[in-house]
């Protein structure tokens, strides 16, 4: 067997950018490190997006960073998008979809330079199916998901990970 040992630097995740000061959130709740605390994701500020109700969860950086790794804890997720901020107020780009996820804890590769992510919910387990009287459909009544934590990783850059072997710069003996 043949070893690749060497050529693949060991990826180290950065801090959680969701913690750092100057950070908000659809709540703090949902960036303050406790997997205890829940809150809850809310509808949009635009009135256009008010017919599908669709809730959804923002976090803002306080300046643009690189996201490599996006954690999402919630007890009923189970179906929702997350997208990464563009560069106007409005254009949001898909980083990942999930459909029926049954786990609380999900936790996705990204690749987003960007201050901002929106976590847009479609389906929770406490959505509920109201029968429609005679002659109409039945509705669904979407419940809000329960966000515990919403965590921003990048990576740390390789330079910072190892202390360098030179001595001082130039030094030749």
Same mark, same amino acid.
């Given at each position: 067997?043949?070893?690749?040992?060497? /050529?693949?630097?060991?990826?180290?995740?950065?801090?959680?950018?969701?913690?750092?000061?100057?950070?908000?959130? &659809?709540?703090?709740? !949902?960036?303050?490190?406790?997997?205890? &605390? !829940?809150?809850?994701?809310? $509808?949009?500020?635009? #009135?256009?997006?008010? @017919?599908?109700? %669709?809730?959804?969860? /923002?976090?803002? %950086?306080?300046?643009?960073?690189?996201?490599?790794k996006?954690?999402?804890? @919630?007890?009923?997720?189970?179906?929702?998008?997350?997208?990464?901020?563009? %560069?106007?107020?409005?254009?949001?780009?898909?980083?990942?979809?999930?459909?029926?996820?049954?786990?609380?804890?999900? @936790?996705?590769? #990204?690749?987003? &330079? +960007?201050?901002? /992510?929106? /976590? *847009?919910? !479609?389906?929770?387990?406490?959505?509920?199916t109201?029968?429609?009287?005679?002659?109409s459909? #039945?509705? $669904? *009544? *979407?419940?809000? #998901?329960?966000?515990?934590?919403?965590? %921003?990783?990048?990576?740390?850059e390789?330079?910072?990970?190892?202390?360098? &072997? +030179? +001595?001082?710069?130039?030094?030749?003996?």
């Amino acid at each position: 067997g043949c070893s690749l040992g060497g /050529i693949v630097a060991k990826q180290e995740w950065s801090e959680n950018y969701a913690m750092v000061k100057g950070v908000e959130a &659809t709540s703090p709740l !949902m960036v303050d490190g406790d997997s205890r &605390t !829940m809150a809850e994701t809310q $509808l949009p500020t635009d #009135a256009s997006s008010g @017919s599908t109700r %669709l809730t959804e969860a /923002i976090v803002k %950086l306080p300046e643009p960073k690189k996201i490599k790794k996006i954690v999402v804890q @919630s007890p009923n997720l189970r179906s929702f998008s997350v997208y990464s901020g563009g %560069l106007g107020e409005d254009d949001w780009k898909l980083v990942k979809e999930f459909k029926n996820i049954e786990e609380n804890k999900v @936790s996705m590769k #990204a690749n987003a &330079t +960007t201050d901002r /992510i929106k /976590i *847009r919910v !479609m389906r929770t387990s406490d959505d509920t199916t109201q029968p429609g009287s005679v002659g109409s459909q #039945a509705r $669904l *009544r *979407r419940s809000p #998901a329960n966000i515990s934590e919403i965590e %921003l990783y990048g990576l740390v850059e390789g330079k910072e990970a190892k202390p360098s &072997t +030179t +001595t001082a710069a130039g030094a030749s003996s």
